[in-house]
């Protein structure tokens, strides 16, 4: 039986999978990142629609807004050429269309043995967004913080290697 969950997860993973393929053969690294916030937002997408609005939206400010920005930043400020460039690609790709396909029939089968027979919880088992809040960023703050000062670290190591002199 096919209800509007199930379809709505058909298709937002049919984009993250178009996504992730586009981000892996696009030439142009700006492009590839930009597929890979299509891929991102995705996966927030899928967070919505399992109810987990606080991952949902960490989701997006994290990897979307924060780290696709300093990629993006990182790419920007290199010396190298953004657009098509020949001599990058490896002459080793056919070797990993076999190597991905069994990684993703060992994934898969490792998650089919570890949760083929669980269920979801009941409502009452779901908690609330402050409860999740509260268990990352109470114990967890101070890593959060020293890991916001090495991103600024890189990003000023970045600007500095990257200005003319």
């Known amino acids: 039986m096919l209800i509007a969950q199930n379809i709505s997860f058909a298709i937002i993973a049919a984009v993250m999978i178009v996504g992730a393929i586009r981000v892996v053969t696009t030439s142009n690294v700006v492009h590839g990142a930009l597929w890979l916030v299509v891929v991102l937002a995705g996966a927030a997408a899928q967070y919505v629609l399992l109810a987990a609005e606080f991952v949902a939206v960490t989701q997006v400010l994290v990897y979307i807004g924060a780290v696709m920005v300093l990629f993006l930043f990182g790419t920007m400020l290199t010396r190298s050429r953004i657009g098509r460039d020949s001599g990058l690609n490896n002459t080793y790709w056919k070797l990993g269309i076999p190597v991905a396909l069994a990684l993703f029939a060992a994934m ?18 779901i908690v609330n967004t402050q409860q999740i809040s509260d268990q990352i960023f109470g114990p967890y703050l ?23 002199d």
């Not at 083929?116 to 409502?123: F, H, I, L, T, Y």
């Open 142 to 164: 101070l890593p959060f913080w020293a890991l916001s000062f090495v991103l600024l670290a890189a990003v000023i190591g970045a600007i500095v290697l990257a200005r003319k």
């Open 108 to 125: 898969a089968i490792a998650l089919v043995d570890s949760f083929g027979s669980e269920k979801m919880p009941a409502d009452g088992a």
